[in-house]
């Protein structure tokens, strides 16, 4: 991430990210309450340095049944504290409680019926309390990058949590489209990772061009809130102050067969950033992928900074499902990342 373009002439401050899993809080908004009634079971769960997984399969195992029948809308970081919804299969009448699932890294905060399961994808978003120690910096300066970010927002890149260390899923992906076989499970990761380098790479000559969330002749636009999409169309004084109103976003393409939908200018950028990594876009077409688009810009919401004392300051915000928050505090605060540190000179 490093390497990326940044959009606000780079971070003001430096220090450390997760001294503790404590200081990175994240609070899954699934965006509905479940009904009450039906086959699934809703187990609204409180995890600390647990990956959402194992937390699924450990579910499974007190409830007595398959580890397929538990599912989650989206993965919660290991290192950290988190909130998060599982759903459990259990037609008939069976009931749970608390005390059936009690466990030792991981609590139960809420058990509730409803009638569908919960999907991957199925959250609105996630709320975020992250506390940054050791601080150094401008403060003052930091506080105008806040304010800048909470207005224009930050480039929606892709996290390091798709890449793997050193981008390793991205070389994977290349050897993969290269003839090696890899597991069905290993596969999705890989194409991700590819598909989502590509889409970092576009944005970040947006980001270089200055209209990373501005107009550009060609653009395709998605509508704050959700994710549809219209365009290209001419580029009226309208659309421009819907733009910069923050009521519609320009999109980047997520490399995939069939035509692009962007056209001129913006069409001309996507193609040549897709020639120029024409192995990995050629791997994307060839395993089935299509075209799709993903908003170029990601706007916090009820973005606040509070200095807990002089040199440790806590960040707090909303994220729309999708978005990254290390792709934020970026644009902030340069980190090193202690917990991954030592658990990575642990071995």
Same mark, same amino acid.
């Given at each position: 991430?490093?390497?990326?373009?940044?959009?606000?002439?780079?971070?003001?401050?430096?220090?450390?990210?997760?001294?503790?899993?404590?200081?990175?809080?994240?609070?899954? @908004?699934?965006?509905?309450?479940?009904?009450?009634?039906?086959?699934?079971?809703?187990? /609204?769960?409180?995890?600390?340095?647990?990956?959402?997984?194992?937390?699924?399969?450990?579910?499974?195992?007190l409830?007595?049944?398959?580890?397929?029948?538990?599912?989650?809308?989206?993965?919660?970081?290991?290192?950290?504290?988190?909130?998060?919804t599982?759903?459990l299969?259990?037609?008939?009448?069976?009931?749970?409680?608390?005390?059936?699932?009690?466990?030792?890294?991981?609590?139960?905060?809420?058990i509730?019926?409803?009638?569908?399961?919960?999907?991957?994808?199925? =959250?609105?978003?996630?709320?975020?309390?992250?506390?940054?120690?050791?601080?150094?910096?401008?403060?003052?300066?930091?506080?105008?990058?806040?304010?800048?970010i909470?207005?224009?927002?930050?480039?929606?890149?892709?996290?390091?949590?798709?890449?793997?260390?050193? @981008?390793?899923?991205?070389?994977?992906? =290349?050897?993969?489209?290269?003839?090696?076989?890899?597991? /069905?499970?290993?596969?999705? &990761?890989? =194409?991700?990772?590819?598909?989502?380098?590509?889409?970092?790479?576009i944005?970040?000559?947006?980001?270089?061009?200055?209209?990373?969330?501005?107009?550009?002749?060609?653009?395709?636009?998605?509508?704050?809130?959700?994710? $549809?999409?219209?365009?290209?169309?001419?580029?009226?004084?309208?659309?421009?102050?819907?733009?910069? $109103?923050?009521?519609?976003?320009?999109?980047?393409?997520?490399?995939?067969?069939?035509?692009?939908?962007?056209?001129?200018?913006?069409?001309?950028?996507?193609?040549?950033?897709?020639?120029?990594?024409?192995? =990995?876009?050629?791997?994307?077409?060839?395993?089935?992928? $299509?075209?799709?688009?993903?908003?170029?810009? &990601?706007?916090?919401?009820?973005?606040?900074?509070?200095?807990?004392?002089?040199? @440790?300051?806590?960040? $707090?915000?909303?994220?729309?499902?999708?978005?990254?928050?290390?792709?934020?505090?970026?644009?902030?605060?340069?980190?090193s990342?202690?917990?991954?540190?030592?658990?990575? @000179?642990?071995?």
């Open positions: 991430m490093s390497a990326l373009r940044l959009a606000y002439g780079g971070p003001p401050l430096r220090g450390i990210l997760r001294a503790t899993p404590e200081d990175f809080f994240v609070d899954e @908004d699934l965006g509905f309450a479940p009904d009450g009634a039906g086959e699934h079971v809703f187990v /609204r769960v409180e995890k600390r340095s647990a990956n959402t997984d194992w937390v699924a399969r450990e579910l499974a195992r409830a007595g049944i398959r580890p397929d029948a538990v599912s989650y809308a989206g993965m919660k970081d290991r290192h950290a504290v988190t909130r998060q599982f759903s299969h259990l037609p008939g009448k069976r009931e749970l409680d608390a005390a059936a699932l009690k466990h030792a890294e991981f609590r139960v905060l809420d509730a019926r409803h009638s569908r399961k919960l999907k991957r994808g199925a =959250l609105e978003g996630n709320r975020f309390r992250i506390v940054l120690r050791d601080v150094q910096g401008d403060r003052a300066a930091a506080q105008r990058t806040i304010e800048r909470a207005t224009g927002g930050v480039p929606n890149y892709f996290g390091v949590q798709r890449f793997g260390r050193d @981008d390793g899923n991205v070389r994977r992906a =290349l050897t993969m489209f290269g003839g090696r076989r890899v597991p /069905r499970q290993e596969r999705s &990761l890989l =194409l991700s990772a590819a598909r989502s380098h590509l889409f970092n790479c944005l970040a000559r947006r980001v270089a061009d200055g209209d990373w969330n501005a107009p550009r002749e060609g653009d395709v636009w998605m509508l704050a809130g959700s994710h $549809s999409i219209f365009g290209p169309e001419a580029l009226t004084p309208e659309l421009r102050d819907r733009c910069m $109103s923050g009521d519609i976003a320009p999109t980047g393409a997520l490399w995939g067969s069939g035509e692009l939908r962007s056209a001129a200018a913006t069409a001309a950028l996507e193609r040549a950033v897709a020639d120029e990594y024409g192995e =990995l876009a050629a791997g994307l077409v060839a395993n089935g992928l $299509s075209q799709e688009r993903r908003s170029l810009v &990601l706007r916090p919401s009820e973005l606040v900074a509070e200095w807990l004392s002089e040199h @440790d300051v806590a960040l $707090s915000f909303y994220l729309t499902s999708g978005a990254y928050a290390t792709v934020l505090l970026g644009e902030i605060c340069e980190t990342d202690q917990t991954r540190a030592l658990a990575a @000179d642990s071995g």
